[in-house]
């Protein structure tokens, strides 16, 4: 009997458990608001604003560096482009920039990372040639740093770039200009930043074409890259883009490995790529090669502006909402404390933008429910109900903890097997096993092969004793202490 009524609770509660669809206003589902909370921070101090600038973070402070634009008319005006080697330094989102030097040179469109010990600068260009430059800014307060690091082994501009450990990964690239190269660079690149005397080492690329605009990030201890694109012949005989799916994975130690396809291109979107817990990374805007060669380009409608979330477990992709403001590509996205920051950028071809986003992790609010408190509070109401029903039937501990002896060997095998497992049983020890390997698995079936030993070993012995609890004899081979 009381078997039948636990399992009528349950059954009642899981019944009632079944979440209902929340409607909106308007009876249709709610967009996805997306993860990011975003705010906007001070504009650059440029009329303009920058694309392909280095960016990154140092001592709390925000660090922009060089970058590109037309500030004197756009580019289907016969604007000139111009290379820039100012550094800005933000302390606090609500601050004022601070003007803090020069870079060695003018450039734009390398790769940034931010470290510990502050922002790599990895080569880029300007309007001469391609460089293979390597320093990193640092910033003490009110006085900015400059280091110089082992050199390219060639010049590289729009490579994609990020840290696994210790460890900068840079992989394609142009080692040209885009309208004079055949093809854009295969090469995979690292330095370990912990070695005493650390050399970029040329590693095996990924198993997939030549790229350059893609997007990295580091995630799960291992780097991966995403989308961008390749140069193709056109009927014209010259080069044209090819925009790419594709992504990969590199684990140090294990190499290469295909990853699940973009749902759609993406290139030139904001890298490295920002990642929130150890699972995901996202990919925020970037081109997808729709509006490629539109007329009139001061019309160009921008870039696409939804964000896709990869899950490193799952191998899955999703679209989880839209940025509030025009997608920008060309720029770094920076971890700032608690936020990812895309400083300035690109909104169309041509057009830059001085406006700084900073976006926090979206906090989900807590919320019970109507429906949770009328499960909870029914299953406690059977609860009692049972309590009472029950104790009529309870003359001494005999009755409680045994029944009478009177319960069937399958009733008390259901009551054992469920005092046994728990939450963790059903939901923690399968998660473990799909994210990582079988261990945990492995060690919940020593619980069949320990059954036996209990079964005729154990419980005879304690059977003899007649006790009610394993306390009992606890206090019958000790004390009552």
Same mark, same amino acid.
């Given at each position: 009997?009381?078997?039948?009524?636990?399992?009528?609770?349950?059954?009642?509660?899981?019944?009632?458990?079944?979440?209902?669809?929340?409607?909106?206003?308007?009876?249709?589902?709610?967009?996805?608001?997306?993860?990011?909370?975003?705010?906007?921070?001070?504009?650059?101090?440029?009329?303009?604003?920058?694309?392909?600038?280095?960016?990154?973070?140092?001592?709390?402070? /925000?660090?922009?560096?060089?970058?590109?634009?037309?500030?004197?008319?756009?580019?289907?005006?016969?604007?000139?482009?111009?290379?820039?080697?100012? +550094?800005?330094?933000?302390?606090?989102?609500?601050?004022?920039?601070?003007?803090?030097?020069?870079?060695?040179?003018?450039?734009?469109?390398?790769?940034?990372?931010?470290?510990?010990?502050?922002?790599?600068?990895?080569?880029?260009?300007?309007?001469?040639?391609?460089?293979?430059?390597?320093?990193?800014?640092?910033?003490?307060?009110?006085?900015?740093?400059?280091?110089?690091?082992?050199?390219?082994?060639?010049?590289?501009?729009?490579?994609?770039?990020?840290?696994?450990?210790?460890?900068?990964?840079?992989?394609?690239?142009?080692?040209?200009?885009?309208?004079?190269?055949?093809?854009?660079?295969?090469?995979?690149?690292?330095?370990?930043?912990?070695?005493?005397? *650390?050399?970029?080492?040329?590693?095996?690329?990924?198993?997939?074409?030549?790229?350059?605009?893609?997007?990295?990030?580091?995630?799960?201890?291992?780097?991966?890259?995403?989308?961008?694109?390749?140069?193709? *012949?056109?009927?014209?005989?010259?080069?044209?883009?090819?925009?790419?799916?594709?992504?990969?994975?590199?684990?140090?130690?294990?190499?290469?490995?295909?990853?699940?396809?973009?749902?759609?291109?993406?290139?030139?979107?904001?890298? *490295?790529?920002?990642?929130?817990?150890?699972?995901?990374?996202?990919?925020?805007?970037?081109?997808?090669?729709?509006?490629?060669?539109?007329?009139?380009?001061?019309?160009?409608?921008?870039?696409?502006?939804?964000?896709?979330?990869?899950?490193?477990?799952?191998?899955?992709?999703?679209?989880?909402?839209?940025?509030?403001?025009?997608?920008?590509?060309?720029? *770094?996205? +920076?971890?700032?404390?608690?936020?990812?920051?895309?400083?300035?950028?690109?909104?169309?071809?041509?057009?830059?933008?001085?406006?700084?986003?900073?976006?926090?992790?979206?906090?989900?609010?807590?919320?019970?429910?109507?429906?949770?408190?009328?499960?909870?509070?029914?299953? /406690?109401?059977?609860?009692?109900?049972?309590?009472?029903?029950?104790?009529?039937?309870?003359?001494?501990?005999?009755?409680?903890?045994?029944?009478?002896?009177?319960?069937?060997?399958?009733?008390?095998?259901?009551?054992?097997?469920?005092?046994?497992?728990?939450?963790?049983?059903?939901?923690?020890?399968?998660?473990?096993?799909?994210?990582?390997?079988?261990?945990?698995?492995?060690?919940?079936?020593?619980?069949?092969?320990?059954?036996?030993?209990? +079964?005729?070993?154990?419980?005879?012995?304690?059977?003899?004793?007649?006790?009610?609890?394993?306390?009992?004899?606890?206090?019958?081979?000790?004390?009552?202490?």
């Amino acid at each position: 009997m009381t078997v039948r009524w636990g399992m009528l609770a349950a059954v009642a509660a899981a019944v009632l458990a079944v979440a209902l669809p929340t409607p909106t206003a308007n009876g249709k589902e709610a967009p996805p608001q997306g993860p990011f909370v975003w705010e906007e921070a001070q504009p650059l101090p440029d009329p303009t604003g920058f694309a392909g600038p280095f960016a990154g973070a140092h001592h709390d402070a /925000l660090i922009v560096a060089g970058g590109a634009n037309f500030p004197e008319a756009p580019p289907w005006e016969d604007g000139e482009k111009v290379w820039h080697d100012r +550094v800005f330094v933000l302390e606090d989102v609500e601050g004022e920039w601070i003007e803090a030097g020069q870079l060695p040179r003018p450039m734009a469109y390398g790769v940034s990372v931010t470290t510990r010990d502050g922002v790599v600068c990895i080569g880029g260009d300007d309007e001469a040639a391609f460089h293979d430059d390597v320093f990193r800014l640092r910033w003490h307060g009110a006085e900015l740093h400059i280091d110089e690091l082992p050199p390219l082994p060639h010049g590289i501009a729009y490579a994609a770039g990020a840290m696994v450990e210790e460890t900068i990964y840079v992989a394609g690239g142009l080692s040209e200009p885009e309208a004079s190269a055949e093809e854009a660079l295969h090469t995979f690149l690292a330095l370990d930043l912990s070695a005493d005397d *650390p050399v970029w080492e040329s590693l095996e690329p990924w198993p997939g074409p030549e790229r350059f605009l893609s997007v990295a990030a580091a995630q799960g201890g291992a780097f991966h890259l995403a989308g961008g694109v390749r140069l193709a *012949p056109d009927e014209q005989g010259g080069m044209s883009r090819e925009y790419l799916t594709d992504a990969y994975r590199f684990t140090p130690g294990e190499g290469w490995e295909r990853i699940a396809d973009l749902p759609r291109p993406a290139a030139a979107a904001p890298s *490295p790529a920002p990642v929130i817990g150890n699972r995901h990374f996202y990919v925020v805007g970037g081109d997808d090669g729709e509006q490629a060669g539109f007329e009139p380009i001061d019309e160009h409608p921008g870039f696409p502006r939804d964000i896709l979330a990869y899950h490193t477990v799952t191998d899955t992709w999703a679209s989880v909402g839209e940025t509030p403001f025009p997608s920008v590509v060309t720029v *770094p996205s +920076v971890a700032w404390g608690d936020r990812v920051v895309l400083p300035g950028g690109e909104t169309r071809p041509g057009v830059r933008t001085t406006e700084v986003w900073a976006g926090e992790q979206r906090r989900l609010e807590p919320r019970f429910g109507a429906m949770n408190f009328a499960t909870l509070g029914l299953y /406690l109401a059977i609860l009692v109900v049972m309590a009472f029903y029950f104790s009529r039937y309870q003359t001494g501990t005999d009755e409680f903890f045994l029944g009478g002896r009177r319960m069937p060997w399958l009733a008390v095998g259901i009551s054992i097997f469920g005092t046994q497992l728990s939450a963790i049983t059903f939901i923690a020890i399968p998660a473990q096993v799909y994210a990582n390997d079988w261990t945990y698995f492995i060690v919940n079936m020593t619980i069949v092969l320990v059954a036996p030993v209990v +079964v005729f070993c154990y419980l005879p012995f304690y059977r003899r004793l007649d006790l009610m609890t394993i306390y009992e004899y606890l206090e019958r081979r000790f004390n009552l202490g």
